[in-house]
């Protein structure tokens, strides 16, 4: 009599997140003070276009509207075999998966501290699509030109500590 063995169900790790896409200009543009990782309510054929890396994040925002939490301006093209009924709009609105304590807290600080809901990345974690979300301030230009020479500066001292071989913490 042979028996039946359920296979073990593994949860999905870190080492299983597929970046699709990231907002590299919003460290740049933005003083990132908080993220968040959110679910996102998306179609069938907005998945399948996903998956093949074709969305862009640039001049995408968060807003709260009536105790949820929207994105706008994020571009996810249209799936080139979905046509007619499994066709999606490339610029609808998504809206994102927060629990409702997490998005009253944000729309307190995005009204009270002109802070901006900026989205960092799209990924894939355990076979949904998930984003990290920005809390963040605006950074001025001369903030930007200050961060640059920052960066700049700890880059050669690291680049004279390993051509001298000293420690720098």
Same mark, same amino acid.
């Given at each position: 009599?042979?028996?039946?063995?359920?296979?073990?169900?593994?949860?999905?790790?870190?080492?299983?997140?597929?970046?699709?896409?990231?907002?590299?200009?919003?460290?740049?543009?933005?003083?990132?003070?908080?993220?968040?990782?959110?679910?996102?309510?998306?179609?069938?054929?907005?998945? %399948?276009? #996903?998956? =093949?890396? *074709?969305?862009?994040?640039?001049?995408?925002? !968060? &807003? /709260? @509207? +009536?105790?949820? $939490?929207?994105?706008?301006?994020?571009?996810?093209?249209?799936?080139?075999?979905?046509?007619?009924?499994?066709?999606?709009?490339?610029?609808?609105? %998504?809206? #994102?998966? =927060?629990? *409702?304590?997490?998005?009253?807290?944000?729309? !307190? &600080? /995005? @009204? +009270?501290?002109? $802070?901006?809901?900026?989205?960092?990345?799209?990924?894939?974690?355990?076979?949904?699509?998930?984003?990290?979300?920005?809390?963040?301030?605006?950074? %001025?230009?001369?903030?930007?030109?200050?961060?640059?020479?920052?960066?700049?500066?700890?880059?050669?001292?690291?680049?004279?500590?390993?051509?001298?071989?000293?420690?720098?913490?």
């Amino acid at each position: 009599m042979a028996t039946k063995h359920k296979k073990k169900k593994t949860l999905p790790d870190a080492s299983n997140n597929r970046v699709v896409a990231s907002n590299r200009k919003a460290r740049h543009d933005y003083e990132i003070l908080e993220t968040y990782e959110a679910g996102i309510v998306l179609q069938g054929s907005e998945v %399948k276009s #996903l998956r =093949l890396g *074709k969305v862009q994040l640039r001049d995408s925002y !968060g &807003k /709260v @509207e +009536q105790h949820e $939490l929207f994105i706008h301006n994020v571009h996810i093209s249209p799936y080139e075999y979905g046509v007619g009924f499994g066709a999606h709009n490339p610029e609808r609105p %998504k809206k #994102l998966l =927060l629990h *409702k304590g997490e998005i009253e807290r944000l729309r !307190g &600080k /995005v @009204e +009270q501290d002109h $802070l901006t809901l900026v989205p960092l990345s799209i990924y894939f974690k355990g076979g949904k699509a998930k984003m990290e979300l920005a809390l963040a301030r605006g950074r %001025k230009t001369y903030d930007k030109r200050h961060e640059l020479a920052k960066r700049d500066a700890e880059m050669e001292m690291r680049k004279l500590s390993k051509q001298y071989g000293m420690q720098i913490s």
